[in-house]
């Protein structure tokens, strides 16, 4: 009696929440499913599904105004953004996990702090700057940018993570006489990679979803898919497959990425506050 | 156990951070303030010249500023109201036993990885749009006629937008939080006989008050620079519509070429985001202790 009364919420919990996460799915689904149409078909919306599957838009995405560019300077300024914030936030978070001084927590803070400055303060001198030093719509500009933006992201959830490595650990190794060098290589950095690869993936998540200075340093040159794709708002004609296979080809990595790295997701972007 | 040595060497390697994120905060800024002082125009740079405040006269008195900031506001509001109810809603349902979990929590928090300009130009032409979007469709389909959501209603449409992409964050935080709620707990509470609407105000709601303020402060920062989403579907308009204070500031910088009143907008938007900052860094500091 309890259990049929049990599978039967459970059938009902289980059509709901289908139900729920397919509607907030469907923009992602309907994309797709329009970037495999013709221009004609994408239109008819009365038929869900097309007459044939197309890979045309695909191709004239590409031919159109050269897809795979704007692809590559995604890819360019995520992983380059995020190996410098890398470079600069391990050694920073080893020290201030392993060797705290009564000035870390507001050291931590401050750094937390930057990430609070709305980026419109800073719109106008960034933009003079990177004017006079003629690095609007430059690559390296932009890696640098979102580099700064991230950093202390990638610093506070590094930290977190080397705070679970046990001290005790590191003390052993010292007694066996291990020096500072090695212990780094051998018993930190073997324990430290699954965190360095998690704050590495949401890194580059973030960095290739970012939207305000890849619009506003960049035009045609380097210009990522976030900039790339806000090319289309000026309708042409038909374009609406078109436009879907652009999206879906700009989603896709990050998606799997995203997919991927969820568990971790959590505790980066609330740093460290829910784990 | 830090050595004299250890802590030469610790601040050796913290000296990098700190000296790019204190350049990184500090320079614009100042530029940010002095640029609100002047009169400097790109397109007359003959005639600039430090003017005190006018710049912030001419901004907190245009109409446009008003509406910005009021725009902002129920942006913020709006998108933060939906996002947290619904997501303490989605949280409790996917929180059951249910077949597929992994796939519903995949398709769940999918929007949050999709890059802004791409979910405000699907929603915009997809959609939303009055002749070849969905909801034009379902409108026709059932013989209402169809709604011009940007062009009408162009600020819900973009909280509308904003919502679609932050809830999944929501969502996967107070999931998250709701996880780590003890199962004996929740078991004893029923066991007690307590219903469903008791066990959530006086079990659940309470465990979950720290991921729902993570998640308000978080998003709010985010939401307080919301310009993309904008950028691509309504240029702010119609007039001055569903402009908010970033989408303001890109106006009259990258368009009008004002340096000094887009600056002194500037100045004004740091000042909005500080006053919220000044708690999340409280409440962040505080588990840190914990």
Redesign the interface.
Known sequence: MARAASTQR?VT??V???I???I??F??L??IL?SFKTEGD??N??HFFQTAWSIESYFEVQSRSDYFRHFFNSVIIAIGSTVLALL??V??A???A??P?PKT?D???W???????????????????FKTLGLLDNVWGLMIILM?IN??IV?WMLYTYFKEIP?DIL?AARMDGAT?GKELVYVLVPMAVPGIASTMLLNI?LA??E??WT??LTAAKAAP???F??S??S?EGLF?AK??AA?TL??AP??V???IS?KQ??RG??????? | MATRQTRTLARIMSAPSIIVLFVWMIVPLVLTLWYSLQRYNLNYPERAGFVWFRNYYFFLTDPAFIQAISNTLILVIGVLVITVVGGILLALLLDQPIWGQGIVRLLVIAPFFVMPTVSALVWKNMLMHPQYGIFAWISTSLGIKPVSWLTDYPLLSVIIITAWEWLPFATLILLTALQSLDEDQKEASEMDGANFINRFIYIILPHLSRAITVVILIETIFLLGIFAEIFVTTQGGPGYASTNLPFLVYVQALLNYDVGGASAGGVIAVILANIVAIFLIRIVGKNLDA
């Open positions: 459970k919990v289980t709901a929440a289908w729920v996460s397919l907030i799915f923009p992602i309907w994309t329009t994408a239109i919306i009365s600069i936030a050694p920073a080893w020290a201030m392993f060797a001084t927590r050291l931590m803070m750094m937390l702090s930057t990430k609070m400055m709305p980026a419109v303060g800073v719109l106008v001198p960034i933009y003079l700057i700064l950093l202390p610093i001290v003390e500072l998540i290739w979803n939207a305000f619009l506003n898919l976030t900039a794709i806000a289309y708002s309708p609406w436009l879907s999206s700009a989603i990050i998606l990425l995203g997919w969820q997701l959590v972007l609330t740093f460290g506050a829910v784990k």
